[in-house]
């Protein structure tokens, strides 16, 4: 594998904030966590106050980001921390929305946490089904071999398009679920485009809160170690197959999240979410957000998603060619992602302001 | 009383080959065994198969009595094994703290928490600092291990091997590539291990294998050809044939 | 009774188209461990170019030497441009790869539109043979005749020649091979090239019986990465043993159980992976 220069950033990072953290609570520990996490608070009161300030064609732009944020973020916990190429993390996203979609349509089950509730145990059931045949062609250290785990969770995802398209009574066959309400919270509220952009805000941030804990937890340290030299964590006692395993459900679970949410945005689920184009996105995001940064994914899934936007504006229909050609270059010239240049000027500027 | 370590007429081929071949041997607790023999003799292969890095094609392993031939790697660690690499092998983009956390965790309870910071554990980092002081590594706790020297490196190596607590330490050319300063450092800590450690080693640098060891056996071929105190070693016509490389001993493994 | 056996000729034929795209795709692959994801794509162009070409020119054969040189090219430069600088970082060719084929989907798209092409069979070969009460259609006849014999080359080559024994050898280790003094660069790229053609020459062969849309891609990769994980890599006989199995399986499923027909396949599929992950007849991976 390619070094990671900003991990040592990041680990310097979390090194950081880890050691402010109330376990390891020292004078000032209030404080200090305060001016780690200072723009994260600012990037989240920004978003609390965006509906106010933009136009509601920028939210709703906004809302698909975060989506895919969570998609990304959730597909690098296996890509960028444990180093597992998994070319089926759509499958885990579309089939979520399905379930969600499918749930809603043909189950009735419309209260929102319930279903999201079903949603989460059902794709994790689905990683745990496919986890087994996967990680059988994985071998130690995938970064030898890694082609056949590729080709397999890249050949399981188009396998549940095919699925899809043939389950015509319960997903509409290849013209997709559609009909898809926005959520039903149980509570005295109807949610339409502007309050949904604040649910999933929510739904989003926790998430992420969740992710990032996990990835610097025990269990965390033990996926960056199988990365790094899963040999070695085997011979150190650590049961690396164990640990792919159930961070393959875990990944799959919070990528079904998104797709749920993702179903909710657009009303419509269609065959091709589970498939190779959207496996690919994901990579794109974060590739180009940089995998080696937690927060990277967020940073590409709020670009890529953008000039898919303004692609649909301009050139409607060529979208695909624009995909195409963007994940030509970033492959070619930005592989490291643009995350980690980002991050670097940020804490020069930083520095820079309390040198 | 039943060794630590019972080898009995372990083989593994590849192809037609026979890479290691009918081996048996015992380490008893508490001793220091070294392994030693040519290039190519099969050395590292025989601790892969110890190990379970590798399975074998016949024979059986005990370890504290039980039969362990199959168990998978980690397993065995668990047990109470542990290895160093003679290629080393850590987690280079990690920090020299973070290769030691990593390391103690592998045993210890808690390894599978999602929740609290890794980085954050007391107890952990408490045990990590023991650990680098006694390598004389904890200045450099935040340095890269990519960036740091071989020799500084293998120390880590031997470091992480002795992070698991194990009863059975088995060093796999631990002065590989060091300067005799280095070494003579290496041949000292091993030597300052307290009896509650089994050492099983593999060198070929004749200061540290006989700065070692109690027992040796030369491996050639795959197959043990001689077994015995460092004195007997040191007047047996076999070793000194191979090591010499004379012409009886490349005929003799045919 | 009769239906089965016009069934089991489509079935063959259809295993043959997929051993053609499978054999080039296991090539790159398993020679050159680059991985090609645009190959679906690769066979969708070819049925594109060699179908522009019959409809302006009115010849079948031409249009497949166009197809397959036109695809043999695109590999080619794919090799060139992109892959040759990605070696060993296999996910990364991978994104690229399906990015580029999706590119190119689209471009056909662009310039052929949505709807799909049927391609005519050449006349040479159209008909059918009549054996008592059956009716076995000549193309799919002449598909079979030209898949074994491109079979038997292939074969013959893998064990027979220096060339073979070059590739195998590189297979098991690039870097002795490279110091027996055997310009294995130049090796590669011809061998991605012809992998590429291959898939062209595929995409034109079935463009008669398959048909021609500009998504196609996705759904002949996704049989071609079946066949070769069933079959295994390594052996071309194990990529026709994966491509008969793959390509009857489908067939007769889609004649005899049509709601099951696509899980018959998948099922092999993975009933393969978790008992002989390295392929039925393939070099020991796993």
């Not at chain 1, 990365?227 to 011979?235: G, I, K, L, S, V």
């Not at chain 1, 009303?267 to 957000?289: R, S």
């Not at chain 2, 030693?36 to 890095?53: D, E, R, V």
């Not at chain 3, 690229?96 to 949505?114: D, E, K």
Request: aromatic share 12%; proline share 4%; net charge positive.
């Amino acid at each position: 594998m390619a070094t990671r220069p900003a991990d040592v950033l990041f680990g310097r990072l979390a090194r950081r904030s880890a050691s402010v953290s109330p376990a390891a609570a020292g004078k000032g520990g209030a404080a200090a966590m305060l001016k780690a996490w200072l723009p994260a608070i600012v990037i989240l009161v920004l978003m609390l106050l965006l509906p106010t300030f933009v136009p509601s064609y920028i939210q709703s732009l906004v809302t698909k980001m975060m989506i895919f944020a969570l998609f990304g973020v959730s597909m690098n916990i296996l890509w960028g921390f444990e180093g597992i190429p998994t070319f089926g993390h759509a499958a885990y996203f579309g089939f979520g929305g399905y379930a969600c979609g499918i749930l809603i349509v043909h189950g009735g089950i419309s209260n929102f946490w319930l279903n999201l509730l079903l949603v989460i145990v059902f794709t994790a059931l689905l990683g745990a089904g496919l986890g087994i045949p996967a990680f059988r062609v994985y071998g130690v250290g995938a970064s030898d071999n890694p082609i056949y785990f590729l080709l397999v969770t890249l050949a399981f995802g188009e396998l549940l398009v095919r699925v899809a398209i043939a389950a015509r009574s319960l997903t509409g066959g290849s013209t997709g679920l559609a009909g898809i309400p926005y959520p039903d919270l149980g509570l005295p509220i109807t949610i339409n485009s502007f309050s949904f952009y604040f649910l999933v805000l929510l739904i989003v941030v926790v998430c992420l809160f969740l992710v990032y804990r996990l990835v610097n937890s025990h269990y965390g340290y033990a996926l960056r170690g199988i990365h790094d030299n899963e040999r070695r964590m085997q011979a150190l006692g650590y049961n690396t197959w164990l640990y792919k395993y159930t961070s393959y459900i875990i990944a799959g679970a919070f990528g079904g999240i998104a797709g749920a949410l993702f179903a909710y945005f657009g009303g419509v689920m269609v065959p091709g979410n589970m498939g190779m184009a959207m496996t690919d996105i994901v990579f794109l995001i974060v590739i180009m957000g940089s995998a080696a940064w937690y927060f990277g994914p967020v940073i590409g899934a709020v670009v890529v998603v953008g000039v898919e936007y303004l692609s649909s504006v301009y050139v409607p229909d060529r979208w695909p060619l624009i995909m195409g050609t963007i994940i030509v270059v970033v492959i070619m010239v930005i592989p490291q992602g643009i995350g980690v240049m980002l991050l670097g000027l940020w804490r020069r500027l930083v520095r820079g302001r309390s040198a | 009383m039943a060794a630590l370590l019972e080898v009995q007429n372990l083989s593994v081929h590849f192809g037609g080959l026979a890479a290691v071949d009918d081996v048996s041997f015992a380490v008893e607790e508490g001793e220091r065994l070294v392994l030693i023999g040519p290039n190519g003799a099969g050395k590292t292969t025989l601790f892969n198969l110890l190990t379970g890095q590798l399975k074998p094609s016949g024979g059986k392993v005990l370890f504290k009595g039980r039969d362990i031939t199959h168990k998978p790697v980690y397993a065995r660690t668990q047990l109470g094994m542990a290895r160093s690499f003679q290629i080393t092998s850590l987690f280079p983009n990690e920090s020299v703290l973070t290769n030691a956390l990593i390391g103690l965790q592998g045993v210890r309870a808690g390894r599978y928490r999602v929740w609290g910071a890794f980085t954050g554990d007391k107890a952990l980092r408490q045990e990590a600092q023991k650990l680098l002081e006694t390598i004389d590594l904890w200045d450099k706790r935040d340095e890269t291990v990519a960036s740091l020297a071989y020799g500084e490196q293998r120390k880590i190596e031997m470091g992480l091997s002795l992070a698991s607590g194990p009863d059975l330490l088995m060093l796999d050319e631990p002065s590989c590539g060091l300067t005799p300063t280095e070494s003579a450092d290496i041949t000292e800590r091993i030597r300052a291990l307290g009896r509650k450690i089994t050492v099983l080693m593999i060198a070929h640098d004749m200061d540290l294998v006989f700065g070692v060891a109690e027992r040796i056996i030369l491996l050639h071929f795959g197959a043990v050809s001689a077994e015995g105190t460092p004195d007997e070693i040191r007047a047996n016509q076999t070793v000194k044939d191979i090591y010499m490389g004379s012409h009886k001993a490349s005929t003799a493994g045919q | 009774m009769s239906t089965f056996t016009i069934t089991t000729l489509n079935g063959v034929s259809y295993a043959f188209i997929l051993f053609l795209l499978a054999a080039g795709f296991s090539l790159t692959f398993g020679v050159m461990g680059v991985l090609n994801l645009s190959h679906g794509a690769l066979y969708m162009m070819g049925a594109y170019f060699g179908l522009a070409i019959v409809s302006k020119l009115d010849t079948f054969w031409l249009g497949v030497v166009v197809a397959a040189i036109g695809t043999g090219l695109v590999g080619l430069g794919i090799y060139f441009f992109f892959l040759r600088h990605l070696y060993g970082k296999v996910p990364e060719q991978a994104v690229l790869t399906i990015g580029l084929s999706y590119a190119f989907a689209n471009v056909v798209l662009w310039i052929w539109g949505p709807f799909a092409k049927m391609g005519m069979t050449p006349s040479l070969f159209t008909g059918v043979v009549r054996v008592g009460d059956l009716a076995f259609p000549i193309y799919r006849l002449a598909i079979v005749g030209i898949g074994l014999a491109l079979l038997v080359v292939l074969w013959w080559m893998q064990d027979k020649t220096r060339v073979g024994a070059i590739i195998r050898a590189g297979m098991d280790n690039k870097e002795m091979t490279r110091s027996l003094g055997i310009n294995y660069g130049l090796v590669s790229t011809l061998v991605f090239l012809f992998g590429a053609a291959l898939a062209g020459f595929a995409g034109i062969l079935g463009a008669p019986i398959l048909g021609a849309y500009p998504s196609m891609g996705d759904a002949l990769l996704l049989l071609t990465l079946m066949v070769v994980v069933v079959g295994g890599t390594g052996y071309i006989q194990g990529t026709m043993l994966g491509a008969l199995i793959i390509g009857l399986l489908d067939t007769y499923g889609k004649a005899y159980v049509p709601q099951a027909a696509l899980f018959t396949s998948y099922v092999i599929f993975i009933v393969v992976l978790l008992v002989r992950p390295s392929g039925l007849i393939g070099r020991k991976v796993f």
